[in-house]
């Protein structure tokens, strides 16, 4: 069974930063791309930013420049730096990876960390 681990969320003043951690275990062949998405209340899920197993990174427009996503595929874990926040940074943040199982590579999702930005 593989699950995805989220950590590092919190209470935040705007401008100031926060590094989320997403860990991976379980039983699985490989990690291939992965990601953070976000859901602010009202609104739908909708990706923040993506790498691949070589790190090569895209992101939204909304968070181009003050945030940055990295992975360690050592540690399987990846990581979303994220600076000058602001208040409609505010969301549900969840890890996602595409990994490969004995039964095939299927979309993982994790449990959800809180990202609150506010004086």
């Known amino acids: 069974q593989v699950q995805l681990v989220e950590s590092g969320g919190g209470l935040v003043q705007p401008g100031g930063s926060l590094r989320l951690s997403c860990a991976a275990s379980?039983?699985?062949?490989?990690?291939?791309?992965m990601g953070w998405y976000r859901q602010a209340p009202g609104k739908q899920r909708e990706l923040v930013a993506t790498?691949?197993?070589?790190?090569?990174?895209n992101y939204a427009d909304s968070v181009k420049g003050r945030f940055t996503i990295s992975r360690d595929n050592a540690k399987n874990t990846v990581y979303l730096q994220m600076n000058s926040l602001k208040p409609e940074d505010t969301a549900v943040y969840y890890c996602?990876?595409?990994?490969?199982?004995?039964?095939?590579?299927?979309?993982?999702w994790g449990q959800g960390t809180q990202v609150t930005v506010s004086s």
């Open positions: 996602y990876a595409y990994i490969t199982v004995v039964t095939g590579t299927r979309g993982y």
């Open positions: 790498v691949t197993t070589d790190g090569s990174a």
């Open positions: 379980g039983s699985f062949f490989s990690i291939n791309a």
